[in-house]
């Protein structure tokens, strides 16, 4: 069974990070009694936090309740998607892209979304296919122009940061989100100066957000900086125990020890 099959729906409530910001076949989710009402925006919003504290399983299973409550709800299907391809189901991803695009016939994110799984799955000659394709329609937005940037890094592109700068130009209210994903994607790509100068803006306009915190700590230690204790450390004060961020600090230590050892 894939793990989407194996998503089990009940929110057990107890890794909620901390963060302030803001026809087919699916049975609606039943609403237990006494507690606040839920709905697609609720689960999307649930989701968004869960995104922003780097826990990705749980922001899929919330994104998936969305489109549960509302199969016309595009964020949800967006959302289930990006999770999968995070936690890299890419086949997976692209079974439930082309589930969304039943409902929205050739969406410029879907198509976008389509193409980074594949360029993940390295099928690239069908990534830059389905990324033409969200190019060329003209309501293409944010989403498009990063899912762009992603196929082009992995042919190591220089265009990809024109399509970034494209990204950020038009962000709008999702700037810190859109330089979250800008920044983790040139991290992916090895590119940790260019991807510090995101990441720093990405915590200034999502300050809770333990995701941001690690992703800028764990450039920042790559290229030996002494702030990036500091800044894992920050992560790990949003999101206390988070395994991944202990690890990147113990790793970041080590590193300040033997450069010191070595300086000496």
């Not at 839920?38 to 826990?55: E, T, V």
């Not at 450390?233 to 999101?239: D, F, N, T, V, W």
């Not at 991944?244 to 000496?264: I, N, P, Q």
Request: proline content about 4%.
């Amino acid at each position: 069974m894939t793990r989407f099959g194996q998503l089990e729906f009940e929110d057990d409530g107890k890794s909620t990070p901390k963060a302030t910001n803001n026809a087919g076949g699916f049975d609606k989710v039943s609403q237990p009694q006494g507690e606040p009402p839920r709905d697609a925006a609720y689960c999307y919003a649930n989701a968004m936090k869960f995104w922003l504290g780097g826990d990705f399983e749980q922001a899929l299973r919330n994104f998936s309740r969305a489109v549960e409550y509302d199969t016309t709800f595009l964020g949800g299907w967006l959302g289930q998607v990006e999770m999968l391809i995070e936690l890299g189901e890419f086949p997976e991803a692209t079974l439930w892209t082309d589930k969304a695009l039943k409902f929205f016939p050739d969406n410029p994110e879907l198509l976008a979304a389509k193409g980074v799984a594949a360029a993940c799955d390295a099928r690239m000659e069908q990534a830059f296919a389905f990324s033409d394709r969200a190019i060329e329609r003209e309501n293409a937005g944010w989403r498009v122009w990063l899912g762009r940037a992603q196929v082009l890094v992995r042919k190591k592109s220089n265009i990809a940061q024109t399509c970034i700068s494209n990204a950020v130009s038009m962000a709008g209210p999702d700037a810190g989100y859109v330089r979250l994903r800008a920044g983790r994607l040139l991290a992916a790509a090895g590119d940790y100066r260019s991807a510090i100068e995101h990441l720093a803006k990405a915590v200034d306009l999502l300050p809770t957000s333990s995701l941001a915190w690690l992703e800028l700590g764990i450039c920042q230690s790559r290229l030996g900086r002494p702030e990036a204790k500091a800044t894992i450390e920050q992560a790990l004060g949003l999101r206390p125990g988070w395994s991944r961020a202990v690890d990147e600090l113990s790793k970041c230590r080590k590193r300040g020890f033997f450069s010191r050892l070595f300086s000496r």
